[in-house]
């Protein structure tokens, strides 16, 4: 059994940050693409930003040069570093990971419960 556990959100006023944090565990064998998304009230969930098992990163325009996601690859752990937030980015923002198993070697797509992020004075 897979999980991915995140932490890290919360309340924070514009223009400040946040550092979301997103654990993996159980029986991994490997970790390939690991990234974050969100979804806001009435909106379809949307790609924040992905990172490659090898560093290569992606990120939605509406965020770039104000994200930085990066990884550990010794702790199964993705982050998104935000900064210069601003009330758009307000979402609950959801980790996922495309994970093969040890146990039993199967390649599958898995999510965290998701953390919400407000942004508001």
């Known amino acids: 059994q897979v999980q991915l556990v995140e932490s890290g959100g919360g309340l924070v006023q514009p223009g400040g940050s946040l550092r979301l944090s997103c654990a993996a565990s159980?029986?991994?064998?490997?970790?390939?693409?690991m990234g974050w998304y969100r979804q806001a009230p009435g909106k379809q969930r949307e790609l924040v930003a992905v990172i490659t098992m090898g560093g290569s990163t992606n990120y939605a325009d509406s965020v770039k040069g104000r994200f930085t996601i990066s990884r550990d690859n010794v702790k199964n752990t993705v982050y998104l570093q935000m900064n210069s937030l601003k009330p758009e980015d307000t979402a609950v923002y959801y980790c996922n990971a495309d994970i093969v198993e040890s146990i039993v070697p199967t390649r599958g797509d898995y999510w965290g419960q998701g953390t919400q992020v407000t942004v508001s004075s």
């Open positions: 159980g029986s991994i064998f490997s970790i390939y693409a």
